[in-house]
């Protein structure tokens, strides 16, 4: 039965699968146990201090951030929920060095890789400020094996299904098959995603912008002229005054792009040698990029497609611009105006490994 004439996610979910008259069923049976894990992480989020799951965890992930206990125990949640259902060859996490393989003797290997940021924002979490997780699902190469780690660098193009849920005021889930972006509120009584946003379509033109301008002094001269214009407002070039946002949560800021339009700028820059960016590829910007691009923002490296992309590694960072496409692919004219010498590589700047006295 519809709820409030509504369709829930199981029901989408059919409706997508009868559009594929050969489909087995697997893929929806994965996005359900996907979606079981973000029910059980908003749980563990919605009780807080009360849960006894705030603070640190005392470890580092291997990216050498410090784990807290809700990122151990998201993961924790993730691994769980998709291992034993038997469709996946094989997950990649933010929190784990090497791709994870269900034990081969409980679980059989299916024909899709999961790739998942298990919480994402998580230096929110001690000040309760919406945080979130996201995943993105690939096709396995050779399907019921297990995946080999080269098997997850796959460009975005490839993915299959990409979503994010948000743990805010309300519990949602944001949902793409390649056949639009739809969003789904947790009804928490009833225990269901149900329908509440479908089709997501983000304005192409915004007077909003989010950066973490404390990294202004790195940036490279296209990010910076374009942030600058935005703040000099109507009395700049582009004649109209900005708005601008940073929750530091990559989950909640893609939610207000997707609700009401806007920018969000993650862009390479050269504040630490070796980092081409900070967020990573594979489970963060590439599923980001697939939901905005099926509701028709752009998603860029800040000077090309980001789902074009071809992965070097499981944890690789890249640079970030998404949102509505105006100003996307005006942050990719600045860059292609630039002179081609004036980005200097991280290992190379001037706080790189190689840094000369100037
Ligand atoms: O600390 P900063 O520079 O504001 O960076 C914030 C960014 O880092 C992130 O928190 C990274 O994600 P994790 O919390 O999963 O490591 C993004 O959500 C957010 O966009
Ligand atoms: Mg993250
Ligand atoms: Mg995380």
Redesign the pocket.
């Known amino acids: 039965m519809p709820i409030a004439g509504k369709a829930t996610l199981t029901q989408y979910i059919i409706e997508e699968r009868r559009r594929h008259p050969g489909a087995t069923g697997a893929l929806n049976a994965l996005i359900t146990d996907v979606s079981l894990a973000c029910k059980a992480i908003s749980r563990k989020v919605a009780l807080g201090a009360l849960g006894d799951v705030l603070g640190s965890a005392s470890t580092q992930n291997v990216q050498g951030e410090e784990q807290k206990t809700l990122d151990v125990l998201s993961n924790d949640m993730f691994l769980r929920a998709n291992e034993w259902g038997g469709h996946v060859a094989g997950m990649v996490s933010?929190e784990m060095e090497e791709p994870y393989l269900p034990p081969q003797q409980q679980y059989p290997r299916g024909k899709y890789l999961l790739l998942f940021?298990p919480l994402?924002?998580s230096s929110n979490i001690d000040v309760n400020v919406a945080v979130g997780s996201?995943f993105s699902i690939l096709r396995a190469p050779t399907p019921e094996a297990d995946a080999k780690p080269e098997d997850f660098l796959q460009p975005g193009t490839e993915q299959v299904g990409a979503g994010y849920a948000i743990y805010g005021p309300s519990t949602m889930l944001v949902l793409t098959l390649g056949n639009g972006t739809h969003a789904f509120t947790l009804d928490p009584q009833l225990g269901e995603w149900v329908l509440s946003h479908p089709n997501l379509s983000i304005p192409r033109q915004t007077s909003e912008f989010a950066i973490n301008a404390s990294n202004s002094r790195f940036w490279e001269p296209a990010v910076k002229r374009y942030v600058d214009e935005c703040l000099a407002g109507k009395e700049g070039p582009r004649g109209i005054d900005f708005n601008m946002r940073w929750i530091a949560s990559?989950v909640a800021e893609t939610h207000r792009i997707l609700m009401r339009g806007g920018v969000f700028m993650y862009p390479r820059d050269s504040k630490e040698s070796g980092r081409d960016g900070r967020?990573?590829l594979l489970y963060?910007a590439n599923p980001i990029s697939f939901l905005i691009e099926q509701a028709g923002g752009m998603a860029s490296t800040g000077r090309r497609r980001l789902m074009a992309v071809e992965p070097e590694s499981i944890h690789q960072r890249i640079g970030f611009v998404f949102g509505s496409s105006d100003e996307v692919a005006r942050v990719e004219a600045y860059h292609s105006e630039e002179p081609q010498d004036t980005y200097q590589a991280p290992l190379f700047g001037k706080r790189g490994l190689f840094a000369t006295a100037a």
């Open positions: 933010e940021d994402d924002g996201i990559l967020l990573r963060e």
